[in-house]
DNA sequence: CGAGTGCCCTGACAGC
DNA sequence: TGCTGTCAGGGCACTC
């Protein structure tokens, strides 16, 4: 499922060659109608000004004043080459070399929409969204200002986008495995330390699966086609079960907020 | 307002 | 072979 890295990754290949470009026409292919491709006809016309990131959006700004919004879900994919199948939406670009974007979504769970620009009244989560974990000014006081409001497992907390921007279950498990966190425990009773342990393992976590441009497990790709390489150097995500990489016990498996949830027992406390 | 749950959606896979 | 059931989960709507 695409987290930060992956979409990171496909935002710099974006940004190599979109912004500039002039959208001739913006069209739905088999997508549903309502809020998730919302507008989508009035990027026809307008220019690409810059391709940009918060959590796991991004967020196109045009030239008429609106902003394009996309967001994989758990199965979207941008490719520059029709994949045949499942494609939801079509952007026509101007420009000698013809290239076209296509936005495909087996699972209809993404999104693809225009808003004016900075108004996310219909996207809660985006407008609430959390610092940025690979800002320079993402620091451990931040994180545990965020963690204070929050009586949730840690595990929902950092699902819910508001004390950091971009983690989902993969990326979750990882930075909680890596700062031998249990992921039960409630966000506010995590120490300063361990806060401090946490934002390390975010951002380690997150630099380096971006080093390696994302983990693809099935559906992910880049813009080219090709896959993530860090589903190799996960530790936790997918292990249940599997000797830890630390300790040798036994990986458990849980379900926390709905989700799929792996942990070493003995070593996350 | 925060926490918890149901829902969307489709393909992969296990079991019979 | 072909069917059924289960699982995967990001974000939103809704309830309490």
Redesign the pocket.
């Known amino acids: ?1 695409p ?1 930060l890295p992956e979409v990171e990754t496909v935002r710099r290949e974006l940004d190599a060659w979109l912004p500039g470009r002039r959208i001739t026409r913006a069209v739905r292919v088999d997508a ?1 109608r309502g ?1 998730k491709y919302a507008r989508l006809q009035r990027a026809s016309g307008q220019r690409i000004e810059g391709v940009d990131r918060r ?3 991004l967020l196109l700004p045009l030239s008429g004043g609106d902003e394009l919004i996309v ?1 994989l ?2 199965t979207g994919v941008i490719s520059d080459r029709d994949p045949g199948e ?1 494609v939801r939406a079509k952007l026509m670009l101007s420009g000698r070399s013809r290239r076209q974007l296509y936005f495909q979504d ?4 993404g999104r693809f929409l225009v808003v004016k620009a900075g108004v996310y009244d ?5 407008a609430a969204m959390g610092p940025e974990p690979l800002d320079p000014s993402f620091n451990p006081a931040m994180l545990h200002v965020g963690l204070q ?5 840690i595990k ?2 950092l ?1 819910s ?1 508001k004390p950091v921007a971009g983690l ?3 990326y979750i498990d990882e930075a909680l495995w890596r700062a031998r966190i249990h992921p039960r425990t409630a ?1 506010r009773r995590i120490s300063k330390i361990k806060t401090a342990r946490l934002h390390e393992a975010i951002v380690s976590v997150l630099r380096q699966s971006l080093e390696a441009s994302g983990t693809t497990l ?1 559906d992910y790709r880049r813009v080219d086609g090709e896959e993530g390489e860090f589903a190799e150097q996960l530790d936790a995500y997918g292990r249940a079960g599997l000797p830890c990489r630390r300790c040798d016990h036994p990986l458990s498996h849980d ?1 926390i ?4 949830t792996c942990f070493c027992g003995r070593c996350q406390r």
């Open positions: 499922m987290e549903p809020p959590g796991k959006f967001h879900g758990m499942h087996v699972r209809r769970f219909g996207l809660p989560t985006l409001r929050s009586g949730a497992p929902s907390c699902l986008q989902g279950n993969i966000a099935s379900t907020g709905q989700r799929s």
